[in-house]
Structure formats: C-alpha cells, structure tokens
C-alpha cells in the first residue's frame, strides 16, 4: 500500500520537476492563471457527469502555482512587530492543522478509485504539505516558541476525516480571508509576510471549491440507499465542528508549559488586527465580499461553497434587526 507520505510530499507529476521561474512575468503569469479558469467544455456541468468531474480534476491542475508560496528570506522585524506577530495565538493550530490536513487528503486519495478525483486530492495533500513546510520555516526564522506536536495519526475512517478536514476549511476560510485583508489593510502584518501569505489564502480558495464539487459530485453518484447514511455524516461532522470551535485548544510543551491556542482565531482576531474599531457586523460584511472576490475568477458552472456565506448573511440580517448594521471602515477598504 503507498504510504501517505508518499501522496502527500510528490506531485503525481515529480515535485523534482517543478519549474523554475525564469522572469518577474512568469511569476505574476502563474499567479493569473491561478486565479483565474474556465473549462474549454461547452454546455452545463452538472454533478455527476463525465463533464463535471473532468472539469474539477482540470481546474485543480490547471490553477497550480509552482512558485508560490515558497520558502522566502523571512525579512527582519522591528522588535514591536515581531513581537506582534510572535505572540499570536496561531502557530502551533495553524501548523498542525496543516499536518492534518496533508494526511487526511492523502489518505482518502489513496482509497478513492476515480482516477480524476484521486489525481485533484493528492494535489491538495502536496499543497498542505507545502503549506506547513512555508509555516514551519516562518516559526523557526522567527523563533516562535512551538507545543511539540502530537503524532499525526492515520485516520480509521479515513471518508469522515475528509469530511471534516473539508469542511473546516470551508468555515475557517471563508473568516481568514476578512482577517487577512484587515491585516493587509491595518499594515498588521509587513507587506513581505503579506506577499507570501497571499497564495496560500487563494489556495485555501482553490481547495475549498474543490472539495464543494466533490462533495456535489460524490452525493449525484452515490447509491440512492447510502445517502440517508451520508447525510446523517455530514449533520455529525458539523456538530463535530461546532463543538470544536466552543473551547480552546489547550496544549503542553516539553516544560510542562501550557500553550493556548485559539479555534475561533479567524474571527476573534480581527479586533487584535484593526487599527479600527471593527464591529462584527463590518467584519462579516468583509469577510463576504473577500469570498465573492476570491471565487470571481472561476469558471461560474462549477459548485461553491454555500453553507459558511449563507450563514454569515444570516448573521448580518439578524444583528441588522438589532440595528447592528455593517458601515464601518472596512467595508470602504473592501470595495476599493
Ligand atoms: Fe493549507
Ligand atoms: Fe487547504
């Protein structure tokens, strides 16, 4: 049997024969066509069809950045921001999230039998990995005091894994991209860390429009008997996340000290990043229009995810009602 390892750290093309970027333009080319794809195929594409499913297995191919993100020269700090950046409370969940992340994938593209959709997971699970060699390096050239971390232990089942991995990445980026432009637009985080964040945020996009058509995918060519199963998985992997988000993660290091890390950091950090008061109501707002903008460059026929938007809309509406309404000034950054 493969061993994840081996799904999640080669490229079903060789990693060794990433290319390297001979100019400037060829960067910013490879960052364009990560953002932007269509199919070449004409007519609907309707989940579960031959068209659908080549068309996912095609954009997650054709939208891969070889450069970015990558290991940089992480530049020097003032000592306010890198203490700043330092004492956020994200790195170690941050970093094991994407050790979870990269074998999770690789586990359940070891077990699926289509060969399109086996082919756009293993991809996922390399980008995770190289997602946590970028964060890894970051803590290390800043010095950031990390919590040991735990044994990454192959799933038993290794569908409700994926399920929840893809699902937590719904909700948890849908609220990173509104932290991440508060960061941007607060000067938070320096304009180098920003540059190299940034195509990890666009493929956190990439990955979640992923896993919103395979989930569309899987449900239309599921036996008709398994899905009342499936769909009492999936009420349970949102329970699941729900209760997750409740508390804190609590961890202890080698010296016995105690690390807190915080689950809801995507949305209770964007006070601790904005030079403004941001209201909750702002923050959403925010947070919706960076989704909208994100997906705007994909092909329209594919499937998003629905679920963390609408119910931010739905928050939006109800703290509408008590007259909390968006119009602060992140809403003005958002739409220039
Ligand atoms: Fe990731
Ligand atoms: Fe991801």
Redesign the pocket.
Known sequence: MTALSDIYSRLPDNIDDLPKPMTPEDVAEADRRARHWSSSIPGPLRPGSPEHKKAVADMFRETFNPYKPSVIDWPELDPQTLRRITSLPIWDIAVQTEGK?RLRMAAYARVIDDPDMKDAISR?AW??NR?KEVLSRLVEAYGIEMAPEPPYIEPDDVEWAYLVTGFS?CVDSFFAFGLFRVAEDSGFFPPELIETFEPVMQ??CR?ILLFANWLAWYRATMPLWRRPWFEAKVVAVWAFLAWERIGLARSVDADGVEHTQDNNFTVSGAKDMSADDLSLPDFLQLCLSEDERRFSGYDERLVRPTTTPAIAKALVFVLGLFGKRPGGSALKTAAA
Do not use: G, T
Request: hydrophobic share 10%.
């Open positions: 992340a996922n980008e995770e997602h990445e493929e956190e990955h």
